[in-house]
């Protein structure tokens, strides 16, 4: 027998590890904590007016940490627009192109997915 401890979705499960004969035997699934209720989420800022056309997506998975600039600022390309936090760092999201922020489409805070668009330029 082997024991391992693995880590899914940031709970982690003691487990040990039998090797068989072959035969399928029933198995335990392992009991993560209980969860806590989700938040409930926010409402992501108005933006002022339309939302524009160039689309500034999260590169990770991870946590909304700050938002550097506010709708309406001019940006260049490569300027940080939103720092989001993955795996206890600090990344920042820049812009992909020069423009202006046409809005904020998350909060601090937010979870958001790899792809997710978190703000927008025109």
């Known amino acids: 027998m082997k024991n ?33 209720a989700p938040a409930v989420p926010k409402a992501a800022p108005a933006a002022s007016g339309a939302a524009g056309s160039i689309k500034v997506e999260a590169g990770a998975a991870g946590k909304i940490f700050k938002i550097e600039k506010q709708v309406g600022a001019a940006v260049k390309k490569g300027d940080a627009v939103i720092i989001l936090e993955a795996m206890k760092m600090e990344i920042p999201v820049v812009a992909p192109a020069d423009g202006t922020v046409a809005s904020i489409d998350v909060n601090v805070g937010d979870t958001v997915e790899s792809g997710a668009v978190l703000a927008t330029l025109k």
């Open 4 to 36: 391992y401890t693995i880590t899914v979705n940031g709970t982690a499960y003691d487990v040990t590890v039998e090797e068989g004969t072959g035969a399928a035997a029933p198995a335990a699934a392992p009991k993560a904590a209980p969860k806590a």
